[in-house]
């Protein structure tokens, strides 16, 4: 009796112990499974945020270009260089995504000394502008919200116009937010 | 007394079996969760909209853009003392290779992009196969965009394959 008894206890531990396993690797699998879904979810809200705050920004009168008093789908040089220059910019985009925010001159295409120099006020000025610089940078993130974090770049052609040669160009609207792998 | 203990037996074995059956469907609930979400697609149809517009919009001699180039090919006229429909091939070569780069190499079969002028195509780049190889990949989705000169000019239209 006493023996059967014992065999009956450690069955019961068994059972409970397999059940114990078996729930400890549902756990598991769930864990995994709502990590990843939230990192993809808060990446794509990012995303969509930051893309969301940006054409909101481009709609203003401070960026978009603008004929007798009407707007136009296109971004004014001068009015993005006066726009970063009054700090105005660091209000873009989202406080909980980490982003980079930088306009990117393509066509016509700047040579390949100048594609990654900033389009300063002199530069915007010289006769050889367009060709002179290549980009316009609108938002940098400081270096310690960047470390350990994954960038992930999304673009966007836009146009761009230059009021001192009342001419178009096309740029690429690049938004690097920075989220944890 | 025994057939007690079997009855315990086979309810334990009951809760293992419901167990299993539970983690298997929340396995299969999250691994068959859909990669491509509204977000992306979103995304590509404002890069279509913006690429259209900033391409016709852009200046390619002296003051003439893109769009009054096109519209002088469809009359067969010149531009700027030049053929309208070289100066038309060479912008949008020189254009697309800055918007798209490799995205364009037929090998990718990622890229199809064309401008018709009466039904006609006068620009091709890319990869022509695009739809058919598209549809037939297991998580291809097929998105062509299209936006047309009007009226009845030309319409430029741009396919991607997105996985």
Request: glycine share 6%.
């Amino acid at each position: 009796m006493k023996k059967k008894g014992m065999i009956g206890m450690m069955e019961t531990f068994m059972i409970i112990f397999v059940i114990f396993i078996l729930i400890g690797f549902g756990m598991y699998f769930f864990y995994k499974f709502s990590v990843s879904s939230t990192i993809t979810e808060a990446q794509e809200t990012c995303e969509l945020s930051s893309y969301e705050k940006l054409l909101t920004t481009l709609d203003l009168p401070g960026l978009q270009c603008s004929f007798k008093a009407s707007p136009k789908d296109c971004v004014d040089t001068a009015k993005l260089r006066a726009f970063i220059d009054t700090k105005a910019a660091e209000n873009v985009g989202t406080q909980a995504c980490t982003m980079k925010i930088v306009f990117k001159q393509i066509y016509p295409q700047p040579g390949m000394r100048v594609n990654d120099t900033e389009c300063t006020p002199d530069k915007m000025r010289s006769p050889e502008f367009p060709e002179s610089c290549g980009k316009w940078t609108l938002k940098v993130p400081k270096e310690e919200l960047t470390k350990n974090k994954a960038a992930r770049v999304s673009s966007t052609p836009v146009s761009l116009y230059y009021p001192h040669i009342k001419q178009y160009g096309i740029g690429q609207l690049e938004i690097t937010t920075y989220t944890y792998t | 007394m025994k057939r007690k203990a079997q009855g315990g037996e086979m309810i334990g074995m009951l809760v293992i079996i419901i167990l299993i059956i539970v983690i298997i469907g929340v396995y299969i609930r999250f691994a068959s969760m859909p990669h491509e979400g509204t977000v992306s697609t979103s995304v590509t149809d404002l890069q279509n909209d913006k690429m259209f517009n900033a391409m016709l919009e852009a200046t390619v001699c002296e003051a003439n853009n893109l769009e009054e180039v096109i519209k002088k090919c469809s009359k067969s006229q010149e531009i700027c003392n030049q053929d309208s429909c070289v100066l038309m091939k060479e912008s949008l070569d020189e254009m697309l290779d800055s918007l798209l780069g490799k995205r364009l190499n037929p090998e990718l079969k990622q890229t199809y992009f064309f401008v018709e002028i009466g039904n006609k195509k006068v620009y091709e780049i890319g990869y022509d196969k695009i739809e058919n190889d598209c549809l037939n990949m297991p998580n291809g989705k097929y998105q062509p965009k299209s936006y047309e000169i009007r009226p009845n000019v030309a319409v430029l239209t741009i396919a991607r394959c997105v996985i």
